[in-house]
């Protein structure tokens, strides 16, 4: 099995990464449990929001699993997750809150939500052949700096797109609290209970874009060493 001590450098962005999810899934569930004074579901507050907002061509629909609530703008559809959108509780309210300032974002063409899903093709050739045109191109002799090259290139796009996908989801969280605050959704108290959900959601995102950036790091100081 190929090692090279560049792999060290994916320990600290591993560690992150955990951090980040553990964070995430700890504040979610704590504020899981506090019901909001409205009494609103996550499904109730999407569709408020949305209809304050005059926006009448995109649904509210339930999506299976923990934590999977997206917004589909091929679709127009905001899909919660079960838990989020049969609940009154303050965690549900940040997060259907938040998916609709994805809504908010598409309809105002925000670009860099554009420019992530203008990405996707990229991202996914790159995330899945990147790596193993790296990895192959070791094995290869002298053709193989050609895939290694190859491989870095297309892993880049993982990167950019990460990079993208920062302001995206900051912006979102910022229109949601901004929402739910001028709406009167949340009274108070409950809109710093928001914002750490919402702040908790957003670092997984960081911690995955430097992981990310870590592993190109690596990538690359396997074909600086393989020159050599």
């Known amino acids: 099995m190929f090692f090279?001590?560049?792999y060290l450098l994916l320990i600290p962005?591993?560690?992150l990464v955990f951090w980040a999810q553990?964070?995430?899934q700890h504040t979610y569930r704590k504020y899981s449990e506090i019901p909001s004074s409205m009494g609103l579901t996550g499904a109730e507050v999407a569709k408020t929001i949305?209809?304050?907002?005059g926006i009448s061509n995109v649904t509210v629909e339930p999506v299976a699993g923990q934590l999977?609530?997206?917004?589909?703008p091929g679709g127009k559809v905001v899909r919660l997750s079960e838990g989020v959108y049969r609940s009154n509780?303050?965690?549900a309210t940040a997060v259907a809150a938040h998916e609709c300032?994805?809504?908010?974002?598409?309809?105002?063409?925000?670009?860099p939500m554009n420019v992530r899903a203008a990405l996707v093709p990229a991202v996914n050739l790159g995330a899945n052949f990147g790596p193993m045109l790296i990895l192959g191109g070791l094995f290869l002799g002298s053709i193989g700096g050609i895939f290694i090259n190859i491989g870095i290139a297309l892993f880049a796009a993982v990167i950019i797109f990460h990079i993208v996908t920062l302001p995206v989801e900051f912006d979102a969280s910022s229109r949601a609290l901004r929402l739910i605050d001028e709406l009167g959704i949340l009274q108070g108290e409950e809109n710093r209970a928001a914002r750490k959900v919402l702040n908790a959601a957003a670092f997984t995102y960081v911690a995955t874009a430097l992981y990310s950036l870590?592993?190109?790091?690596?990538?690359i100081l396997i074909a600086m060493s393989r020159r050599n």
């Open 89 to 91: 509780s303050l965690a």
């Open 13 to 15: 962005g591993m560690i």
């Open 4 to 6: 090279h001590w560049s």
């Open 68 to 72: 999977t609530d997206h917004y589909d």
């Open 22 to 24: 553990q964070r995430v």
């Open 214 to 219: 870590l592993q190109l790091a690596q990538y």
């Open 101 to 111: 300032g994805h809504v908010l974002q598409d309809v105002k063409g925000y670009k």
């Open 50 to 53: 949305l209809r304050r907002m």
